[in-house]
T-cell receptor, first 113, second 111 residues
Framework: NAGVTQTPKFQVLKTGQSMTLQCAQD?????MSWYRQDPGMGLRLIHY???????DQGEVPNGYNVSRSTTEDFPLRLLSAAPSQTSVYFC????????????FGPGTRLTVL | GDSVTQMEGPVTLSEEAFLTINCTYT??????LFWYVQYPGEGLQLLLK?????DKGSNKGFEATYRKETTSFHLEKGSVQVSDSAVYFC??????????FGTGTSLTVIP
């Protein structure tokens, strides 16, 4: 049971490039989400999904796309990277039961030059 | 709206000192409350949680009690160690599909 996995761990992009951050979970969780973590701002929700085929925007969705074709995978796409997207990105998942504990991946550190 | 306010950092303590990190919340109903810890270079890990009023969450010597009357969930540890140096996040979940984090409090414990 690997929990929540993310790839890559580190990435450097040039302004305007596109890329996809991968996230997978093996806990059969319905809810998955993407956060970005910036100094002094805590974690901010980018997008989330409550199940396969269903996604919605969080607090800071601009510049990012997501899709959820399977329960296990929830990739985050940067369409045209900007320096303001330099951040650490965390994927998380949780079940829909009453305990609702959220489990986090190890993070992807992205630098946009 | 629902939100979490936690104590500003950074906090620096000597080993074996007492730790308190304050966390207060605003929410309707009966949210679940969490403390997460983030060690350098790693993701967030659940430290403890409480799902109803007066519940006490505890783990690794840390404790926090869900106080509905004061809308608080303060994190405490009686004797910190160097290995407790990390960033601590208070979090609130008012409904299963909603989760709000505080801004984090950095703790450094010096020998």
């Amino acid at each position: 049971n690997a929990g929540v996995t993310q790839t890559p761990k580190f990435q450097v992009l040039k302004t305007g490039q596109s890329m996809t951050l991968q996230c997978a979970q093996d806990m059969n969780h319905e809810y998955m989400s993407w956060y970005r973590q910036d100094p002094g701002m805590g974690l901010r929700l980018i997008h989330y999904s409550v199940g396969a085929g269903i996604t919605d925007q969080g607090e800071v969705p601009n510049g990012y796309n997501v899709s959820r074709s399977t329960t296990e995978d929830f990739p985050l796409r940067l369409l045209s990277a900007a320096p303001s997207q330099t951040s650490v990105y965390f994927c998380a998942s949780r079940g829909t039961g009453g305990q609702n504990t959220q489990y986090f991946g190890p993070g992807t550190r992205l630098t946009v030059l | 709206g629902d939100s979490v306010t936690q104590m500003e950092g950074p906090v620096t303590l000597s080993e074996e000192a007492f730790l308190t990190i304050n966390c207060t919340y605003t929410a309707t109903g009966y949210p679940s409350l969490f403390w997460y810890v983030q060690y350098p270079g790693e993701g967030l890990q659940l430290l403890l949680k409480a799902t109803k009023a007066d519940d006490k969450g505890s783990n690794k010597g840390f404790e926090a009690t869900y106080r509905k009357e004061t809308t608080s969930f303060h994190l405490e540890k009686g004797s910190v160690q160097v290995s407790d140096s990390a960033v601590y996040f208070c979090a609130l979940s008012p409904r299963w599909n909603q989760f709000y984090f505080g801004t984090g409090t950095s703790l450094t414990v010096i020998p």
